[in-house]
């Protein structure tokens, strides 16, 4: 996608301005939270068009207009209308209008551009998690499945026992793959979700030609922004490597009874993230390997309703208050069900989530493995 893009939506503009439906509303986590018509998805449109038509110019409202939203896809639940699109298109046309990065983008965009992450962390940092696990390198030409760690919990502490439960699984599956380690490059989903259309695309062609050239058949990430990013990217640049999530990989070998569980009588509830469910289409796998370890309770929106978290697009580090509160919002609705534990498979998620007190919150690698290494142990000491 280019710059010209928000011209392109014109259309659709049009057609959600004639109507007055305002479905978008209903699962907006902001509209919700704040109830400011003009930051829900049909007062966006409206912004946007309104700037088109040179109704008005450029001011500070209109950018908060563009990035109070976690691009977490609701608004496309309920409309016809391409409208996670529009918004993603909207930040990249104030950009190449001469507005300035949101300043607590900066930083992120200038890790990216010194350290290949967006977390200020040194390029030496993301291979420390691999310590101690012996998994060999991907070397060149020959290696057809490829773990993609991902930055944030390659470089974030609390996160490295997700990530590597998340391998031990593989392992124990019986995958062979390899990781590229230290030099693993950024997906660059942080820079597509802030607007930076053009840094995206010349490092997804590198990263594509990276994967090439050491024969990479097929991805397996644990990162749901890894995975819809790289998903996206091989469909648009041609590329056969196939992507998949570990949850996939591993609910595949629960199903065989190759991998054995011991599960327990809690009741546990799980969240979708928004670029594993709404935007990437994975809802069963993950249930599958929660109802295998526990007692599984839904939330009254689930699946595609499933509430964003607050972590997503920059909202986190741009409007952290307001993250917070749809973090709260989550917790909340998930000690309605009863649960004793609130399930994601995200990093951000697991991130965020922990920021709301009230509930545990746990990994889905990490619960599963937990759960097959304490039937391991019952059955030897038995």
């Known amino acids: ?31 919700q939270a704040l109830k400011v018509r003009t930051l829900s ?18 001011t500070p409202s209109v950018v908060k207009a563009a990035f109070e939203c976690t691009l977490c896809g609701n608004c496309d639940r309920w409309c016809s209308l391409k409208n996670t699109e529009h918004t ?21 965009l200038a890790s990216m551009k010194n350290y290949g992450n967006p977390w200020l962390q040194p390029r030496s940092a993301r291979g420390k998690w691999l310590r101690g696990l012996d998994i060999p390198k991907a070397a060149k030409g020959n290696q057809e499945v490829l773990f993609f760690a991902g930055c944030t919990s390659a470089v974030m502490k609390p996160l490295v026992p997700s990530l590597v439960a998340s391998a031990k699984l593989l392992k124990r599956a019986g995958v062979d793959f390899a990781v590229i380690g230290q030099d693993e490059p950024c997906c660059g989903s942080t820079l597509l979700r802030v607007g930076q259309t053009d840094a995206f695309e010349k490092l997804e062609k590198e990263n594509f030609d990276r994967f090439k050239a050491l024969g990479v058949k097929r991805i397996v990430t644990a990162c749901p922004g890894c995975y819809t990013t790289l998903k996206k ?52 796998e993950p249930r599958e390997i929660v109802d295998a ?43 309605g069900t009863g649960a004793t534990t609130l399930v994601t498979c995200c990093p951000f998620c697991e991130t965020q989530l922990k920021t709301a007190p009230g509930i545990n919150v746990v990994d889905l690698m990490q619960l599963l493995l937990e759960a097959i290494e304490k039937g391991e142990k019952k059955n030897t000491s038995g």
């Open 88 to 108: 993603r298109a909207f930040r990249e046309y104030l950009l190449k209008h001469g507005v300035e990065p949101m300043k607590e983008h900066s930083s992120l």
């Open 293 to 335: 370890v526990a007692d599984l309770v839904e939330m009254p929106n689930c699946r595609y309703e499933a509430r964003c978290c607050g972590a997503g697009a920059g909202l986190q580090s741009a409007f952290p208050r307001l993250s917070r509160e749809l973090a709260a919002k989550k917790v909340d609705e998930a000690k």
């Open 233 to 284: 990217s091989a469909e648009k640049l041609g590329s056969d490597i196939a992507i998949n999530h570990i949850t996939q990989e591993i609910a595949n070998l629960i199903r065989s009874g190759d991998l054995k569980v011991e599960k327990s009588s809690e009741k546990m509830t799980y969240h979708d993230p928004c670029h594993l469910g709404r935007l990437g289409g994975i809802f069963d």
């Open 41 to 58: 998805m049909k007062g966006r449109n409206r912004t946007m068009l309104g700037l088109l038509k040179g109704k008005f110019d450029i």
């Open 1 to 31: 996608m280019t710059a010209a893009d928000l011209e392109e939506f014109e259309e659709e503009l049009e057609t959600c301005f004639g109507t007055s439906c305002g479905f978008c509303e209903r699962g907006c986590p902001v509209y």
